[in-house]
């Protein structure tokens, strides 16, 4: 599976911006696609989750009514819509995937099989 990661730029504070991530090599259907994102100084953290199959989706608490991940079947993307912005966001975003395993490891970075190049979201004050 190769992903491609784009929508990254420069927002003010309480902007909005749509992440994607475009999945090519297989079809998700039996994958999980996650956010994670890796902040200046900062060890890379689980953003959002979303398991292909049933759409159930999680989210780190610190991004929790914020941000939205979605999925297009059609055309194999991620989305991960970004609203109300904080300086705190700003940070490289990367997409991942895995082949669906058990819940609980959905959050940690380890477990993922397959990652994007980044895109860099900058949120000024």
């Known amino acids: 599976v190769q992903l491609q990661a784009s929508g990254g730029g420069l927002v003010q504070a309480g902007g909005s911006l749509r992440l994607a991530c475009a999945a090519s090599?297989?079809?998700?259907?039996?994958?999980?696609m996650a956010w994670f994102r890796q902040g200046p100084g900062k060890e890379r953290e689980f953003v959002a989750a979303i398991r292909w199959s049933g759409g159930s989706t999680y989210y780190a608490d610190s991004v929790k009514g914020r941000f939205a991940i979605s999925g297009d079947n059609a055309k194999n993307t991620v989305y991960l819509q970004m609203n109300s912005l904080k300086p705190e966001d700003t940070a490289v975003y990367y997409c991942?995937?895995?082949?669906?395993?058990?819940?609980?490891?959905?959050?940690?970075?380890?477990?993922?099989?397959?990652w994007g190049q980044g895109t860099l979201v900058t949120v000024s004050s």
């Open positions: 090599g297989r079809t998700l259907g039996s994958y999980e």
């Open positions: 991942a995937a895995r082949i669906r395993k058990i819940v609980s490891t959905i959050r940690f970075a380890y477990a993922y099989d397959y």
